[in-house]
């Protein structure tokens, strides 16, 4: 079974600065993708960015980028610039791929809490 | 927009009560998902359908069970609500487009305590 890991329960970063949120997962799957999705307090959880495995290139959103390490396992999220209002929850999750039934499920990581200095 | 509804967001009930949590989304999605959110665990799947009248299983499905009458709509049961069960509930879709990649839309959550 695959599993996610996010081994950083909170991060803090100063507005206007860079920081790195760190996730590994574990598969045999060759094809499969990836997601870090974001939980602002009280509010829904949304989509930041996604990464198909079969591509090379990292997937950039504006200010957030991934750094996909597809023989390491490693799926690291990178906010440049922190705003404020990037404080929040973030999710790193899998999926496989084919997605026909339970195969397209979301697996999780236990998140990562990251809090915005002004 | 996709928009992703749930009936409350917050609820308090009584332990041995029949509870319903409501799920709507207007986007005419395939998918629907229930998931529990609890701190430390991150999400974890209870329940989720891809059809009408269709359900699955996800991880934790104990305790619970669902429905799904129509497409838009699809609703978790407590048959009998327990304090293990109190917890923050998020409630998803997403559509089925072969061969490509399809995003999960979540509700903004129902925080549930169970007394």
């Known amino acids: 079974a695959q599993t996610v890991t996010q081994s950083q329960p909170e991060m803090s970063v100063q507005e206007a600065e860079t920081v790195t949120l760190s996730c590994t997962y574990d598969?045999?799957?060759?094809?499969?993708?990836l997601f870090w999705y974001k939980q602002p307090p009280s509010r829904q959880m949304i989509l930041v960015i996604r990464?198909?495995?079969?591509?090379?290139q990292n997937a950039t959103e504006n200010r957030f980028s991934v750094n996909f390490q597809k023989a390491a396992k490693s799926f690291s999220l990178k906010i440049s610039d922190s705003q404020l209002g990037d404080a929040a929850m973030y999710f790193c999750?899998?999926?496989?791929?084919?997605?026909?039934?339970?195969?397209?499920?979301?697996?999780f990581g236990k998140g990562t809490k990251l809090s915005v200095k002004p | 927009d996709v928009k992703v509804t749930q009936s409350s967001r917050y609820l308090v009930k009584r332990t041995g009560e029949k509870v319903f949590l409501e799920c709507v989304q207007d986007m005419d999605h395939e998918n629907m998902f229930w998931y529990r959110q609890d701190p430390g665990l991150g999400l974890r799947l209870i329940y989720f359908?891809?059809?009408?009248?269709?359900?699955e299983k996800g991880d934790i499905p104990e305790g619970y069970s669902v429905s799904r009458e129509k497409k838009e709509r699809f609703s978790l049961i407590l048959e009998s609500a327990s304090t293990n069960q109190t917890s923050m509930y998020l409630c998803?879709?997403?559509?089925?487009?072969?061969?490509?990649?399809?995003?999960?839309?979540f509700g903004p959550g129902t925080r549930l305590l169970v007394l």
């Open positions: 990464q198909e495995a079969y591509k090379q």
């Open positions: 359908s891809y059809d009408v009248k269709m359900k």
């Open positions: 598969t045999s799957e060759s094809d499969y993708y």
């Open positions: 998803a879709s997403s559509l089925v487009l072969a061969g490509a990649l399809e995003t999960q839309y």
């Open positions: 999750a899998y999926r496989s791929w084919p997605f026909g039934g339970s195969q397209g499920n979301l697996i």
